[in-house]
């Protein structure tokens, strides 16, 4: 694919990106470490629901060194809700690392900090090192496919390196408005879910696919495989004032975080049913179709580990998938 054409859509993109950035937390006082936590937070979560919680883990955990002296507790306390955990324990690995070592310079370093993949080493190295490194997300994927109206596979390897390839070859010396100008073309204008907003796109006199009308014949995907439905039933145990939970397996989906008693399949029967509710959770390739049941016990049951409502609130991270059992909890 021809260079040329990229190269012409910097300078358009970046006059846009100055007049039309959003006014995020994590681009107030950026320093590598903090780029690092935003870029963590960011991945699989929609802005909004990172805003105000990046606010609360910086107020928390300012620096590095800060971070690498929390324990895992609090550290998954502050993530809680945000979902995708390991994120927040590989961010708390690295802390451990940038601790002891400081920061990486190079994109290998930053590579080689735990749960740091191409993409987010890029972005970092992009807006807080300034080295010219891509950071090619599911969001340069479709601008790039519609702007070259190609139809490559972006879910193949070999498309995303091809776009990185054509990224490096064309960046600019500005590399941190230049990774986020792309990101949020992609956000506001080129958006996911919907039609493109071309009228409004600094592009719309170089896009290929708009000037052929075909902005939605963009990108090209493999077919989506179905999620896997898991029935399960979860109990909201109650005792005097106190409530159980116990701890997920450490491997796999939601690895040892805290849960509310959860059987998959066949459940046990506990004491006296005091309310029952149906809810849902999606993961990116589970859902969890849920009974919640609502229990008073006679005694506090073993193996589970039993807390009070306000200990449940302050100290213990629960994932969103139990919120609509949280009223329940008094
Ligand atoms: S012109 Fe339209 S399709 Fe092309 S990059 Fe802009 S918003 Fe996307």
Redesign the pocket.
Known sequence: MEEELLRGAVGPLLAWFCTHRRDLPWRHDRTPYTALVAELMLQQTRVEAVRERYVQFLRAFPTAEALAAASEEEVLKLWEGLGYYSRARNLHRAAKVIAQNGFPSTFEGVRALPGVGDYTAGAVCSIALGLPEPAVDGNVLR?LS??YADASNVDEGATKAKYAALLRAVYPPETSDFCEALMELGAL??VPNGA???EE?P??TL?R??LAGR?EAFPVRSEKRARRIVNATVYVLQCGGKYALEKRPARGLLAGLWQFPFFEGDAPGFGQLLAEKRAKHVFTHVEWHMTGKRVDVAEEIAPYTWVTAQQLREKYALPSAFRPFLEWVK
């Open positions: 601008i519609r702007l204008v080129c493109p907003t071309c796109c592009w719309r896009c696919a708009h902005e």
